[in-house]
Nanobody, 129 residues
Framework: QVQLVESGGGLVQAGGSLRLSCAASGRTFSSYTMGWFRQAPGKEREFVAATRWNWSRSNSYYAYSVEGRFTISRDNAKNTVYLQMNSLKPEDTAVYSC????????????????????WGQGTQVTVSS
């Protein structure tokens, strides 16, 4: 069983920055694929970013809408994954959820929420115009 706890959400003006954190339990965190997803009111949950450990290095993947503005990173010593969000836009407003897969995901399956086994409770991010 893996528990995920997000923090760092809040209210920010357009153009501002926020950093989300997700602390995970589990003794083999370094092997997990970790992802961030978001769900805006009235919309389906969508992929934001993921980090996958492969051949002793971490690979990162981003949704087109956030590439160049958001950065995912992980600290395996702290069992924590981060999402640094810069140049925020009102359309980034959503509940952001952290997810973990204990399976090895491929470069294509990292984008699919169905591949993730565990989810955090979510943290609200609101960007005002």
């Amino acid at each position: 069983q893996v528990q995920l706890v997000e923090s760092g959400g809040g209210l920010v003006q357009a153009g501002g920055s926020l950093r989300l954190s997700c602390a995970a339990s589990g003794r083999t965190f370094s092997s997990y694929t970790m992802g961030w997803f978001r769900q805006a009111p009235g919309k389906e949950r969508e992929f934001v970013a993921a980090t996958r450990w492969n051949w002793s290095r971490s690979n990162s993947y981003y949704a087109y809408s956030v590439e160049g503005r958001f950065t995912i990173s992980r600290d395996n010593a702290k069992n924590t994954v981060y999402l640094q969000m810069n140049s925020l836009k009102p359309e980034d407003t959503a509940v952001y959820s952290c997810a973990a897969s204990t399976s090895v995901l491929s470069r294509t399956t990292v984008y699919s929420e169905r591949e993730y086994d565990y989810w955090g409770q979510g943290t609200q991010v609101t960007v005002s115009s």
